[in-house]
């Protein structure tokens, strides 16, 4: 039981930390600030910090240094910052060595190309162009997981072994359950919207409104819910992104459409959410293996909580129409925070993912799990993606797919070999309205807080309950300590989506 | 004789070229769009890669490459491409390797608390509170001395040794010539400037200038002369600096004062003239050991000469003049381009080396540079070196130095450990000119092509002639081969003087 080895660890493991923010900084510069001719370069230094990364994370003396450190770390016991740290370290170096060296560098190449063909398939609308590096990326996947699977002896499903990934610990069959609550209680919802669809209320969010002028106010927004420049950056981006340098060094981008509100102005709530959670988390977990948010359904929740149940609820619009309404006098003439609230919320079935509003938002992740699956399991194959994809488009949202550009090729995803990673954008929107309905059950002055543009005591409730703990706690964990369960539930979010439709289209 | 080894030593310079590469993106991001909490971590970061890095280049079996590879790269010749990346990893190799490992650090940690130390003496200056950290870093200095004799075995000056970090192969003795002919030449009209003192003919310049206008106004100018948005980026600093992340990504900023004209346009043009050398190296040094400007004389001559032989010469501000009454019609009403010349001109003794002329600048960098020798030499003490500046500033200027932080406190250099380097500025000032005077020789339609705007000739005459080579050739042989002579001369920038104040001040 030696302090000694995981002191060792730590240092080791600080080090890779640290190798990892230089990384960070130099992929945000190339999503932010870098000239296009600097990509070349650019790549070929990322692929050598990686590899070296690579080679420090598997490296024999860290397995040693991890063995020789578990006795320590748990004598310390399971809630102990020692512990966490150690089992985070453990899991990773489990995950990242049973993939061979060779293997890894094969699916990085297979991403980029499929990356590259996939952006000209979509400029073309040329999916068969696309097919055989989808295909390669399926192959591979169907390796990943034979050679992970001794890491998850028990699994049920294959599937488990891709989500684990993104969202460790989640199961496939828990997925499946909610996404089957979802559909059967959202379904006379999106009825009823499909109904209203193009009746003008969201009129104004489509006039002109210079760069400028969104720059300040959403800089005017975020700094009310918490952006402040000694911590925060925000610049802009063709694909907004949020990214920690450390807690406290967040940034934030964000992108402008001068004839459409709702991107920039939604879009920096959004990031501000993930920022947020990193933001606060403890100190103490800088520089280890603790120190981000622990999964991309936590920080979906978080930063889908913040453009949704804050940024679109009346309260907000209280305190943010004359806001707005200074920036833009006569775009929103005339406006009261209800027609506001009502341009902002429009509702209804559409093509594409990245412009669903927060009811249908969930139809589209849930046709890219169940395709996940059928692909996974062969039932579907390339060949018959596109068919399936428009089949599904058809069923769940009522809408004809015209073009594969803007169907199956829409989504980054799957060039890149990210399969698994869609669920957690649903789960997140769940998490954050199962989380919502306890933040405002404690804090029931929240309403007149955002009505005044205070949001405080919301940060605080977060950072108390959630931020705070970075990576310290599974997903799992944390669901339990937070609202002593285990168990996703798609009900709290189709309750508000419920009472919001009834609001608006009633 | 094996080529394996040098491919094998190639490749190994290559993982150090990017790390350090990836390095410089998170310096870089450090100085201009880092939130200011970021810094701790930030540092911690950095001196986890510097040490990684470190380890690398002093690494045995680096050495062991070296030496395994010289006969290759002997028998490629000494003009090959393989010798020279040979020559300059086997160079940087023995400097890196004889400062040992905790005395490199020491030496880091010197520089960080003097830099620390330094900040607060000016701000409140009180350089007594300097002084033992300046003290730590001289006796520093006299170790690295010690430590790195056996590399210079013919040394003829202590002082040579430190020079060699900034200026490779340059001689004490050398730089001394050039400044007693500079001092001579010189004298005489820094004493006819002098009588004009405060004549007014710059009051358009301390106008009020606001910032996006400067900032539009020197985008156009420098898009003019050769920066473009595919391989360069602008941006704003408090201390404004040059930063290639690859030959095809060249960052500079600049600052923006509002009353005062002159430090963003001619800034602007300055950062452009390191930013050009560095953007036209040949391609096939790209991530090699030769892929930047070979020293800071020769990158300072770039900077100068577009700064001032081309930004502050009578031809530039005939395409100028319209360029900048367009942006501030107010400020520069009715003013003909020999009006703005004169403006942008104006000489005299002065204080602050970062403030001063043309004229005068050199002057500063001489101070600094006997006092520097005069230091290692025991002459002048840190007791004695406030004394020593005042005196110099009124035998040189003629100025009263009226407080230690408007003198000996005025620069960063010494307070990070560095001696030696501010030679390299009158030197880069005099290369320029000598480079000029062969410049205006071949091309002889560079003035009405300037007064045209038209600076593409300059670009290839300077790429074709320098630029391309990196640090291919060492500095003194870059030297030869560009103008055949191994030795400066102070005589080119005089005579350029002589001409400019007998046509400004006649």
Do not use: C
Request: charged share 25%.
């Amino acid at each position: 039981m030696s302090k000694e080895k995981f002191d060792a660890l730590f240092a080791y493991t600080q080090t890779l930390v640290d190798l990892q923010g230089i990384g960070g900084v130099a992929g945000w510069d190339m999503q932010t600030h870098m000239p296009p001719k600097g990509a070349a370069v650019r790549g070929e230094r990322l692929a050598t910090l990686t590899s070296i990364v690579h080679e420090m994370a598997t490296r024999k003396e860290l397995g040693d240094l991890i063995a020789a450190s578990e006795d320590y770390a748990r004598s310390q016991g399971e809630e102990s910052f020692e512990f966490a740290n150690w089992r985070e370290t453990d899991r990773q170096y489990k995950k990242a060595t049973v993939i061979p060296t060779e293997m890894a560098a094969e699916i990085s190449r297979a991403g980029s190309q499929g990356h590259v063909a996939w952006m000209a398939a979509r400029k073309n609308n040329d999916y068969a162009s696309f097919k055989p590096f989808l295909q390669k990326n399926i192959e591979l996947v169907h390796k990943v997981v034979e050679l992970s699977r001794p890491l998850f002896p028990n699994v049920e499903d294959d599937y488990d072994i891709l989500l684990d990934d993104y969202e460790h610990g989640m199961k496939t069959s828990d997925v499946a359950e909610v996404f089957d609550v979802f559909k059967a209680g959202a379904k006379p919802l999106v009825e009823k919207v499909a109904a209203h669809a193009g009746d003008g209320r969201d009129a104004a969010t489509f006039k002109h409104f210079p760069q400028a002028t969104q720059d300040a106010l959403v800089r005017e927004v975020a700094k009310q819910v918490g952006f402040n420049d000694d911590e925060w950056d925000l610049t802009t981006t063709a694909h907004p992104f949020e990214h920690s340098m450390s807690i406290h060094d967040i940034r934030i981008t964000t992108k402008f459409d001068e004839n459409f509100f709702n991107p920039s102005f939604f879009g920096t709530l959004h990031e501000f959410g993930h920022g947020l959670y990193e933001n606060q988390i403890d100190d103490r977990y800088e520089r280890t293996m603790l120190g981000h948010g622990v999964s991309l359904a936590w920080h979906e929740s978080q930063s889908r909580s913040l453009e949704n149940l804050v940024g679109r609820s009346l309260p907000f619009w209280k305190w943010a129409t004359p806001v707005v309404q200074k920036h833009f006098p006569e775009q929103f003439a005339g406006m009261s925070a209800e027609d506001i609230y009502r341009a902002v919320n429009v509702m209804g079935p559409s093509l594409i993912r990245i412009e669903a509003d927060e009811l249908t938002y969930n139809y589209h992740i849930i046709i890219r799990f169940e395709l996940e699956r059928a692909l996974l399991s062969g039932e579907v194959t390339v060949d018959t993606l596109p068919e399936a994809w428009n089949a599904k488009y058809k069923e769940y949202l009522g809408v004809d797919v015209p073009s594969d550009s803007d169907g199956v090729l829409q989504d980054v995803h799957w060039s890149g070999g990210s399969f698994g990673y869609f669920s957690t954008y649903a789960l997140g929107n769940m998490l954050g309205a199962m989380l919502w309905k306890r933040v405002t059950a404690e804090l029931p002055g929240l309403e007149d807080e955002f009505a005044a543009g205070e949001f405080g005591s919301l940060r605080a409730w977060l950072r108390e309950n959630i931020h705070q703990y970075g990576s310290h706690y599974t997903p799992n964990d944390l669901l339990f300590k937070v609202l002593g369960t285990r168990k996703l539930d798609a009900q709290p979010q189709l309750d508000y989506l419920t009472a919001k439709v009834n609001e608006l289209y009633g």
